[in-house]
């Protein structure tokens, strides 16, 4: 054995712990497309709002109907576009670097983040029968971060820290409610364009 | 130049299972399939390896069906985690004596 092959063979076991044990095909580009979706979801919503509400009071104005579904639909709208995007550049970047999206890691990673985000969104639907419209934009960001600082064991560290950020930006929102739209609008779009630019910067280039 | 393989362990001297154990001491466990991905390697050299591992009592096994599909579930024994980063240290040594 020379030094040489030593060097290489630490190397290549290095790199086979970091690749079996990380899912490294995540894609910065579909954080900054959510980050632009969820932006232009939030400002659709904002001038939808605006229009229609008589300005009696901003508080009861999601208990119409008129006002309720189409803020709903624009809410799901973004959540598929996101989910989508996500999934489609992911497997594109998969198959580019020649693994299989589906593996251990992947699976790991979705059972981590699924049981916050699935809590998540019952939790949500729950408050949406309730009429606890309230709670609902710091909910979203509180179980989002949750889900991002579970599912940061199997990918990028940098998760982590988005997750963190979610979860103060969602307990901020708690605090003052009346930027609830305005909080989720910094999380769900600001932090992952910010994000997915430093992850394409970081690790796709 | 050579060097003297005293503290090299045997039973990793085959790279596939040095790439094995590295994997297996990272993850709690990996099925058959997923490492044959990983590695690219064939059914029949995984395998041969893999019982090879399992003889020095670095890996233990485990399998159940998946529908219909067998499934083999592979994990690190602590011996086998052990014996993994001694050889690990071993070849680090080996560097810091180098340079």
């Known amino acids: 054995m020379k030094e040489k092959d030593v060097y290489a063979e630490l ?3 290095r ?10 095909s995540l894609s910065g580009l579909a954080g900054v497309l959510a980050g632009i979706y969820a932006l232009a979801g939030a400002g659709l919503g904002y001038v ?9 009071g901003a508080e009861s104005y999601l208990n119409e109907p ?24 992911t497997i594109i970047k998969a198959r580019s670097r020649g693994e299989s999206v589906w593996n251990p890691v992947s699976r790991r990673l979705l059972t981590a983040t699924g049981v916050p985000l699935v809590t ?30 579970s599912g940061s064991h199997y990918t990028y560290v940098d998760i982590k820290w988005l997750g963190i950020f979610q979860i103060l930006l969602g307990l901020l929102a708690l605090v003052v409610p009346v930027y609830g739209l305005i909080l989720w609008a910094i999380g769900f779009g600001i932090l992952h364009i910010v994000y997915g630019s430093i992850m394409h910067i970081k690790y796709e280039r | 130049m050579k060097i003297s393989l005293e503290h090299f362990d045997k039973a990793f001297e085959n790279r596939l299972r040095l790439q094995i154990m590295s994997v297996l001491t990272v993850n709690e466990s990996y099925d058959f399939n997923s490492l044959k991905d990983l590695l690219h390697v064939t059914d029949g050299n995984l395998a041969s ?3 090879a591992l399992e003889k020095e009592v670095y890996i233990s096994v ?4 998946v529908g219909r599909k067998p499934n083999t579930q592979y994990s690190a ?8 980063k001694k050889h690990l240290q071993a070849l680090e040594n080996l560097i810091r004596q180098q340079k």
Not at chain 1, 138 to 147: D, E, H, K, P, V
Not at chain 2, 77 to 84: D, L, M, P, Y
């Open chain 1, 11 to 13: 190397s290549s076991i």
């Open chain 1, 15 to 24: 790199n086979l712990m970091e690749r079996s044990s990380k899912f490294i």
């Open chain 1, 48 to 56: 939808f709002v605006k229009n229609i509400s008589t300005l009696e």
């Open chain 1, 66 to 89: 008129m006002i309720f579904w189409p803020l709903f639909m624009i809410a799901l709208a973004v959540l598929v576009c996101s989910i989508v995007t996500a999934c489609w550049l």
């Open chain 1, 120 to 149: 998540g969104g019952l939790f949500i639907i729950i408050l949406l029968m309730k009429g606890e419209y309230d709670l609902i934009a710091s909910g979203c960001l509180i179980f989002y971060g949750l889900a991002l600082f």
């Open chain 2, 49 to 51: 390896h893999l019982k």
């Open chain 2, 62 to 65: 485990f399998k159940s069906f």
């Open chain 2, 77 to 84: 024994t602590q011996k086998g985690k052990e014996a993994f």
